[in-house]
């Protein structure tokens, strides 16, 4: 018999994967004033799973109450299912290529843009504040007194 505890009990481990989702929208989210183009990239690649993950899981469950429900052959629920498991695993790639996207497409290689808590570049022995070597005074030993 298959009672609202029992499928509680079989989606309950999806939960998890929902809740590390809704963090990852509320880091994006918070984090949105920092860096826009990154969080709205992570925010958007969250979404997408977790709509995949909730809509899929309950078209999944539809689909096998449907079988019951309107005598639905196998091969009509395992051709729906294969569809639905198709169209997930594409959306799914969806929303993990944007949270890639977001991690490491917004890398630029030249740029060094010190923040307010790193320690000083070292200078070059000899370099001046201008970026100038500082050659003191010159050695001209043709001319005396100097």
């Known amino acids: 018999m298959n009672t609202s505890l029992d499928t509680l009990l079989n989606y309950a481990p999806l939960s998890v994967t ?22 709205r990239t992570a925010l958007l ?5 977790l709509l995949n993950l909730v809509a899929g899981t309950a078209l999944n469950y539809w689909l096998w109450r449907a079988r019951a429900e309107h005598g639905w052959s196998i091969q009509q629920v395992s051709l729906y299912s294969s569809i639905l498991g198709w169209f997930r695993v594409l959306v799914g790639a969806l929303g993990y290529g944007l949270l890639f996207w977001a991690i490491f497409g917004w890398r630029n290689q030249g740029t060094y843009r010190p923040r307010l ?4 570049r070292p200078r070059p022995f000899g370099e001046d504040d201008h970026g100038r070597f500082d050659r003191g005074r010159p050695e001209d030993v043709r001319r005396p007194g100097y």
């Open 117 to 120: 808590y790193d320690e000083p």
């Open 18 to 39: 929902c809740v590390v989702l809704v963090v990852g929208l509320i880091l994006a989210l918070v984090r949105w004033p920092q860096h826009p183009g990154v969080s």
């Open 45 to 49: 690649g969250c979404v997408v799973l």
